[in-house]
């Protein structure tokens, strides 16, 4: 069975920081591509960034410039480095990943709350 399970997320002022983390565990083969979503109260889901294998990036254009999404591939983690944070990210973060295993699928995390205060 896979997992994929997200920490790092918290209340944070306007202007500041978090690190989110994305943990892949379980069994498998390899990883194709992971990345973020969030979903805001009331929103639809929408793509942050996501990286694939040989890390390649690709970002929405609200946080182009603001946030960094890394990999590391021996931990099976992605991270995402979210700076200058403002009251329009708060949603809840979800770690995706295309993984090939056991079971080859998309898998989704149960998600961590960004709030950013202004």
């Known amino acids: 069975q896979v997992q994929l399970v997200e920490s790092g997320g918290g209340l944070v002022q306007a202007g500041g920081s978090l690190r989110l983390s994305c943990a892949a565990s379980?069994?498998?083969?390899?990883?194709?591509?992971m990345g973020w979503y969030r979903q805001a109260p009331g929103k639809q889901r929408e793509l942050v960034a996501i990286?694939?294998?040989?890390?390649?990036?690709n970002y929405a254009d609200s946080v182009k410039g603001r946030f960094t999404i890394s990999r590391d591939n021996a931990k099976n983690t992605i991270y995402l480095q979210m700076n200058s944070l403002k009251p329009e990210d708060t949603a809840v973060y979800l770690c995706?990943?295309?993984?090939?295993?056991?079971?080859?699928?998309?898998?989704w995390g149960q998600g961590t709350q960004v709030t950013v205060s202004s």
């Open positions: 995706n990943a295309f993984i090939v295993g056991s079971r080859t699928s998309i898998y």
């Open positions: 379980g069994s498998i083969f390899s990883i194709n591509t």
């Open positions: 990286i694939i294998t040989g890390g390649k990036t």
